[in-house]
């Protein structure tokens, strides 16, 4: 079972996480997971923290010679600013965020205490554990691309790019988005907002290709690909909602306009669409997996909503952090790592574990086998 824990806090000494089920035999790319780190931080609309920090990964067990060898891979992000025990106290809660809600919950006097670990930076470390994961599925042929679908209320249009045209042009753009046109629109939505002292939110949208019909399953639960994916993808900070598919607007449509009709041709089971985002029954059906993640405007304003100071329950504002405008391009690069989580997992739980060799005879011969239907 692949398994990953993280800890750490936002201005504490480093990020940290542990994996724990990666099969041996797999080549580990420190400089391709420092380039997703990178392209995390990346992004019109990011804060003053990103002009500190430069991620880069240290693998501290798990490996030899480069190579996973079965055992818990440990993973470390060293943060540059780790001023925490000397960063002022905190009393005003920010509306949308963690502050009050943990402050009660863990019974803290200062909101720093919350603040620090229910703060987005903890997802450097989960881009990191993906990308060793992405890593995993490259070797089965399965990839991944995220892109910004929406920023404010500007809208990407992408309808006739295919995946490759689509990963091409979102990792050549500042914010992540397809759709030149759009990204110059999503821009000036961006410098309104920071001259306002306000925050932007958006949608992106994870694309994956290459998997077989069948990973995930029908009979529990806990075990359908789409609740795994929108549970990981829901976890990611300010993350609100997720859709897969045409999962919203096909609420408000006929059966016969939303499923996807099945035919047979060139040795295989074919679809005409894929309303179905490639999910059916809480299984893969073998078309692209289509989820969409809504991100909600970040809850540090310049210009702060009304609060009330724990301590003494009086009026005042809302505390400021140094903080992004708009951190939408930053959650498609996060979203695309977390999907890989999840799809390395269930690759793992059906074709084995133990080593690579392994995985990749038991993957072909189901391929094979899947041609014989």
């Not at 994870?206 to 019909?213: A, D, L, W, Y």
């Not at 009709?261 to 089971?269: E, K, L, S, T, V």
């Not at 310049?302 to 009330?308: A, E, G, I, K, T």
Request: charged share 25%; with cysteine.
């Amino acid at each position: 079972m692949l398994r990953y824990l993280t800890a750490g806090e936002s201005h504490g000494k480093s990020l940290m996480a542990i994996l724990e089920g990666m099969p041996a035999g797999l080549k580990i790319s420190k400089a391709f997971i420092d380039r997703e780190l990178a392209r995390r931080q990346r992004g019109y609309g990011r804060g003053g923290r990103m002009k500190i920090e430069k991620d880069s990964v240290r693998i501290l067990s798990g490996t030899r010679k480069q190579e996973t060898i079965g055992s818990p891979l440990a993973v470390i992000i060293d943060n540059r600013d780790s001023s925490i025990d000397r960063l002022p106290t905190i009393f005003s809660p920010r509306p949308g965020h963690a502050d009050l809600a943990g402050a009660l919950k863990y019974d803290r006097s200062d909101i720093r205490d919350i603040l620090e670990r229910s703060s987005a930076r903890e997802t450097a470390v989960r881009v990191a554990v993906g990308a060793i994961c992405k890593l995993l599925l490259a070797e089965l042929g399965i990839d991944i691309a995220g892109h910004v679908a929406t920023l404010g209320k500007v809208e990407a249009h992408t309808g006739e790019l295919d995946f490759s045209d689509i990963k091409k042009a979102a990792r050549a753009s500042t914010l992540g988005c397809a759709d030149r046109f759009s990204e110059g629109l999503m821009r000036k939505e961006i410098d309104r907002a920071r001259k306002e002292g306000d925050t932007l939110g958006g949608s992106c949208e994870i694309i994956i290709v290459g998997h077989p019909p069948g990973l995930g399953s029908h009979v529990q639960w806990d075990r359908k690909i789409d609740a795994r994916l929108a549970m990981a993808l829901m976890s990611i900070q300010a993350v609100k909602a997720v859709e897969i598919g045409s999962g919203i607007s096909s609420a408000a449509m006929r059966g016969s306009q939303v499923h996807d009709p099945i035919a047979y041709g060139r040795g295989r089971f074919l679809r005409s669409t894929n309303n179905a985002g490639g999910i059916e029954g809480g299984m893969t059906n073998g078309k692209p997996i289509i989820a969409r993640v809504y991100m909600k405007p970040i809850s540090t304003l310049r210009r702060p909503l009304d609060s009330v100071n724990i301590k003494t329950k009086k009026k005042t504002k809302a505390s400021v952090e140094r903080s992004d405008v708009c951190a939408v391009p930053s959650c498609a690069v996060i979203a695309e790592n977390i999907s890989a989580y999840v799809m390395a997992a269930l690759c793992l739980e059906k074709f084995g574990s133990d080593s690579l060799r392994e995985l990749k005879a038991n993957y072909a011969s189901y391929l094979k086998m899947l041609k014989t239907r």
